[in-house]
T-cell receptor, first 114, second 111 residues
Framework: GDSVTQMEGPVTLSEEAFLTINCTYTATGYPSLFWYVQYPGEGLQLLLKATKADDKGSNKGFEATYRKETTSFHLEKGSVQVSDSAVYFCALSLGGTSYGKLTFGQGTILTVHP | EADIYQTPRYLVIGTGKKITLECSQTMGHDKMYWYQQDPGMELHLIHYSYGVNSTEKGDLSSESTVSRIRTEHFPLTLESARPSHTSQYLC??????????FGSGTRLTVV
């Protein structure tokens, strides 16, 4: 079946460090890919998305590129801030813009220290 | 501003009680979902609906049930709560060309 695998966490960084969170997927079709962020005590917020190969999603300094050849969608940020501390989820959905059910990775806890 | 509302935010209840978690959205989305988030953070789809009077079980088996009588309302019910049901429950909706919106969640503790 369809699945998403994220790098094991937690990840702890100093402020202004470079961030990479790896995400790879397995899908029977041609998925759309997403990164969601969850702050303590809250629901999920969409961080960025990409719907086809070589698309780059970006938002708030975060970027991820849809790589079909490596089935990956790694999240990167050049300089993290304390306010980026949260849980990050990679996810996929099939069905294009009809947006069916989401399949999530296991989540990665990011802690950024001053 | 959230366009999808979950109540209550927090609930502590005794074993054996019946509970209903409410989820409502104001966007007119056809598709709605319930995810269970365990203490280890993983999110598992337990129910979904692609329209009124249509409900399906998700990838993770759950003792809960759902109904979809109105487009905007997708409640989840546990007939007899157990400590193993302690978790956070997230409701979401989606629409063609629009994407997904998540509620703030209900954190359920069964004692």
């Amino acid at each position: 079946g369809d699945s998403v695998t994220q790098m094991e966490g937690p990840v702890t960084l100093s402020e202004e460090a470079f961030l990479t969170i790896n995400c790879t997927y397995t899908a029977t079709g041609y998925p759309s890919l997403f990164w969601y962020v969850q702050y303590p005590g809250e629901g999920l917020q969409l961080l960025l998305k990409a719907t086809k190969a070589d698309d780059k999603g970006s938002n708030k300094g975060f970027e991820a590129t849809y790589r079909k050849e490596t089935t990956s969608f790694h999240l990167e940020k050049g300089s993290v801030q304390v306010s980026d501390s949260a849980v990050y989820f990679c996810a996929l959905s099939l069905g294009g813009t009809s947006y069916g059910k989401l399949t999530f990775g296991q989540g990665t806890i990011l802690t950024v220290h001053p | 501003e959230a366009d999808i509302y979950q109540t209550p935010r927090y609930l502590v209840i005794g074993t054996g009680k019946k509970i209903t978690l409410e989820c409502s959205q104001t966007m007119g989305h056809d598709k709605m979902y319930w995810y269970q988030q365990d203490p280890g953070m993983e999110l598992h789809l337990i129910h979904y609906s692609y329209g009124v009077n249509s409900t399906e079980k998700g990838d993770l088996s759950s003792e809960s049930t759902v109904s979809r009588i109105r487009t905007e309302h997708f409640p989840l019910t546990l007939e007899s709560a157990r400590p193993s049901h302690t978790s956070q429950y997230l409701c979401a909706s989606s629409e063609y060309g629009y994407g997904y919106t998540f509620g703030s969640g209900t954190r359920l503790t069964v004692v």
